[in-house]
């Protein structure tokens, strides 16, 4: 087990070192703030003048998982977790939360004390490595976080879940009457994605819903 860890952590520290160290992604992220809220609060200036708030009035998702996704959906199942059609949505800070076009299909795992992690589908399914799955198997420290400890750590995994970027506009991976209703995911440059929190948890060896090593399919070899 311990030569499998390594294996995962030195790709993660390969892409890390790839950025400099965690604390130097950390001071390059202050020092862009500045030239980066601006363009952020013209989005979310545009969205709120432009679109009509009864755009926000019914966020609808589909009924059913895309047909190249009822695989993964039946994996889901039968590893004991449940099928989750999430929108994105903007702006969920504000009473008017704007719809987006994407839509996600995650598999959501919850414990007996009611603890829960999300994993998108094909993230899950996955027999290749992909970065989030790498991510939770390598499970680097988080190391010196501020503000939303999980969303800091996503980023220093290369990863991001901010919708608005460093305004206050908000916004997530939503479906009505969820428990989380809405998700904040960790999604890396080859689009796989876990919820940040589930890997903030399991950074610290806190296990969130189920230990993801045992249900996802890719794995690690030896």
């Excluded at 019914?58 to 996704?69: G, R």
């Excluded at 969303?151 to 305004?167: A, E, H, K, V």
Aim: charged share 10%.
């Amino acid at each position: 087990m311990r030569h499998r860890f390594l294996a995962a952590a030195a790709v993660l520290a390969a892409l890390l070192s790839g950025c400099g160290s965690a604390s130097g992604v950390q001071a390059t992220q202050t020092a862009l703030t500045a030239q980066t809220a601006p363009a952020a609060t013209a989005i979310h200036e545009f969205a709120a003048t432009h679109i009509a708030a009864s755009a926000a009035a019914a966020i609808q998702v589909p009924n059913q998982v895309e047909p190249s996704d009822i695989p993964a959906a039946l994996y889901c199942q039968q590893t004991g977790g449940l099928v989750e059609i999430r929108r994105a949505v903007y702006g969920t800070n504000g009473p008017t939360p704007l719809p987006l076009a994407s839509f996600r299909a995650f598999c959501q795992y919850t414990a007996k004390d009611t603890s829960r992690i999300h994993i998108l589908l094909s993230s899950l399914y996955a027999t290749q490595p992909t970065l989030a799955v790498l991510a939770y198997i390598g499970a680097p420290k988080m190391g010196t976080c501020q503000g939303n400890p999980a969303s800091c750590y996503c980023t220093l995994l290369g990863g991001s879940d901010q919708f608005g970027g460093t305004t206050a506009a908000g916004g997530g991976w939503y479906k009505k009457n969820s428990i989380d209703q809405v998700l904040e995911a960790c999604v890396f440059p080859d689009m796989s994605s876990i919820d940040s929190w589930g890997l903030a948890y399991h950074s610290a060896g806190i296990i969130r819903g189920i230990d993801l090593e045992k249900v996802v399919r890719f794995k690690l070899p030896g």
